[in-house]
């Protein structure tokens, strides 16, 4: 069979493994050193010098998410030193028109470099097509999520792609809460597909990195001069143990965005629930857009409390087997009134609780929520 028409799902079980030879390990080992014996001229494609700029175990995990998203991975210590290596690219005193709504953290790195003469940055609502067009001329890059964090917008990602690449304009994409077995971005005209490796990717919550993809060679020869120099390196071991979460992404993913289905039905009929952010739902503003560019609905739902902040925070406060805690994409179930982070976007409802369901049996899950918005918690 040949490898180009392996499905995702073989694609993340089988990539990045030791050829098959008799007394091969079946997974890839992990490779500690800070260096290796070399006495020809350095050369950027060398499989190793220095721990600073390769490694074996980057490269099996790299080589993973890579031919997940149709492109080549740099993997980074974490998804912010993976947005910061993003951010390099844009040419000095350049303009950068960004997602108004994605996640807090970006939204302030790109401020302060803003703020700091850098580039300018434009905030745009990436689910109103016309507007971020009609914004697009003269920029240099958009930076967007789709699904947006954690307002569940759906960009038109085809028309998007389409636009920036007849202005000359850089698309890139967070694919966090898809994932590439949900959407491919590059595919759709993005430049640069970014991923926080700590969610999905591992799905265990215990290793955090960050991940770019991209196939033009001068922007991959950019980002990894860039984190050669500012060291931004994951540890082999964390490689490790993403590359092993990786394996079981498609029957995770399978069993999450079912239970999240289910779940946002059952929170739309509830009488405390004034708003369900989740695109699989035929009321969802993004339905259709996400019906047409996604092989799923993803597991990530926000709720929005009728009995505003107090009422979110109370929720947050009696639920037993949701882990009140930051973070998604794991086996267990997370719930956050995000607003409670200060550098969430003030677009963000106060009374927004964002919602990643885990692995837990879906009935269990709905209980737990059911007794915390009855007020029975007490």
Known sequence: ??????????????????????????????????????????????????????????????????????????????????????????????????????????????????????????????????AVVAALPGADWLVLESPTNPLLQVADLGALGAAAQRLGVRLAVD????????????????????????????????????????????????????????????????????????????????RQQASAGVLAERLAGHPAISRVRYPGLSSDPGHQRAKSQMRGFGGMLSIELGGGREAADELVRHVRLWVPATSLGGVESLIERRRRIPAEPVSVPENLVRLSVGLEHVDDLWRDLEQALDGSGE
């Open 175 to 254: 694919n966090t809460f898809a994932t590439p077995l949900l959407q491919n971005p590059l595919a759709l005209g993005a430049s640069v597909v970014m991923h926080s490796g700590t969610k999905y990717l591992s799905g265990h919550s215990d290793v955090v990195l960050g991940l770019l993809v991209a196939h033009d060679a001068e922007l991959l020869e950019g980002l990894r001069g860039y984190r050669g120099l500012h060291g931004g390196i994951l540890g082999p071991m964390e490689a490790w143990l993403a590359l092993r979460g990786l394996r079981t992404l498609a029957v995770r993913l399978d």
């Open 1 to 130: 069979m040949n490898e180009q028409s392996w499905s995702p799902e073989t694609v993340a079980v089988v990539a990045g493994r030791p050829p098959h030879q008799p007394g091969a390990p079946v997974s890839p080992v992990v490779e500690l050193t800070s260096t290796y014996v070399s006495w020809e001229p350095f050369g950027a494609t060398d499989p190793g010098v220095y721990g600073r700029m390769n490694n074996a175990t980057w490269r099996a995990l790299e080589e993973a998410v890579g031919g997940l998203e149709g492109g080549t991975a740099l993997c980074f210590a974490s998804g912010m030193a993976a947005g910061a290596a993003l951010f390099s690219l844009v040419p000095e005193s350049g303009r950068v028109l960004m997602a108004d709504s994605c996640y807090g953290s970006m939204l302030s790195l790109a401020g302060a470099l803003a703020q700091a003469g850098r580039f300018s940055l434009t905030l745009v609502d990436v689910s109103d097509t016309e």
